[in-house]
């Protein structure tokens, strides 16, 4: 059974960093493509950064333009854990963050609906 915890969400100031971990259990994380979505009250969920180590291409990451250059994705293959570290923070990050997982063939999509199991999420805010 896919299960996925979200962790280190919290309260910082702008500029600040924080680094998420979702822990996967239930299935192999480099068997299966990986995103990192958030939703901002209001607003729609949108992803942020999805990863795919399935392919003979080794690991592959992508980001949304309004991340790229911030946040960096990667996974801890030996504690079955995915991570994204947040840096420059502002408060248009302020969000909740959710880890997600997807089947193989769906892998760096940043589309909600390609994701079949999700985690609670973890709250970020960020203050001026």
């Known amino acids: 059974q896919v299960h996925l915890v979200e962790s280190g969400g919290g309260s910082v100031q702008a500029g600040g960093s924080l680094r998420l971990s979702c822990a996967a259990s239930?299935?192999?994380?480099?068997?299966?493509?990986m995103g990192w979505f958030r939703q901002a009250p209001g607003k729609e969920r949108e992803g942020v950064a999805v990863?795919?180590?399935?392919?003979?291409?080794?690991?592959?990451?992508a980001y949304a333009n309004s991340v790229k250059g911030r946040f960096t994705i990667s996974s801890d293959n030996a504690k079955n854990t995915l991570h994204l570290q947040m840096g420059s923070l502002t408060p248009e990050d302020t969000a909740m963050y959710y880890c997600?997982?997807?089947?193989?063939?769906?892998?760096?999509?940043?589309?909600?609906?390609?994701?079949?199991?999700w985690g609670q999420g973890t709250q970020v805010t960020v203050s001026s």
């Open positions: 997600a997982t997807a089947s193989a063939g769906r892998c760096l999509s940043f589309l909600p609906a390609q994701y079949t199991d």
């Open positions: 239930g299935f192999i994380l480099t068997r299966r493509c």
């Open positions: 990863i795919s180590s399935t392919g003979t291409d080794g690991i592959i990451t």
